[in-house]
């Protein structure tokens, strides 16, 4: 089921200074991380993902993941302390065509003299709102017995 992202993680999407890390695993279940500055938002809320590289690590576990239908995550850290996890589901692969040849001419106007590989789609599944504050006040509605005994002290 495709989750609809918010206000602020389009915001976080759209900001070039945020930092996008995506994750993405091997045949093994090894994890592998990457800082994507390229991954943006389309308009049908699908995460992009602008792959330069052929052969790289992250294209051949995209690969994998769309042929099997595994997860990859995507986390965006944006200014002070807000953060958001996104896990989700590559849907499609442009290689060519209309799509492809868009990013392929922005990427080119970006970067300069590059390649692209692929133009990855992913399907958001689900969006966590990893913010130390509001991951705190989660834990503590749901364990509230959870606390380190020299909290419950008092001089």
Do not use: C
Request: aromatic fraction near 4%; proline fraction near 4%; avoid cysteine.
């Amino acid at each position: 089921m495709a989750e609809q992202l918010n206000g602020e993680v389009t915001r976080l999407l759209q900001d070039e200074s945020t930092v996008k890390v995506l994750t993405t695993v091997d045949e093994h279940g090894a994890p592998h991380s990457v800082v994507k500055g390229s991954l943006t938002l389309d308009d049908d809320g699908n995460l992009i993902v602008l792959e330069l590289l052929e052969s790289s690590r992250t294209n051949r576990n995209l690969v994998r993941s769309i042929w099997y239908d595994r997860k990859v995550s995507v986390l965006l850290k944006g200014t002070g302390t807000v953060s958001y996890q996104i896990k989700g589901v590559p849907v499609k692969a442009h290689v060519a065509g209309p799509v492809f040849q868009k990013h392929y001419v922005a990427i080119r106007k970006r970067l300069g003299d590059v390649d692209l590989s692929t133009v990855w789609v992913i399907k958001p599944e689900e969006v966590i709102n990893e913010s130390p504050s509001v991951r705190r006040d989660e834990e503590q509605a749901k364990h509230p017995v959870f606390i380190h005994l020299d909290r419950l002290v008092r001089d």
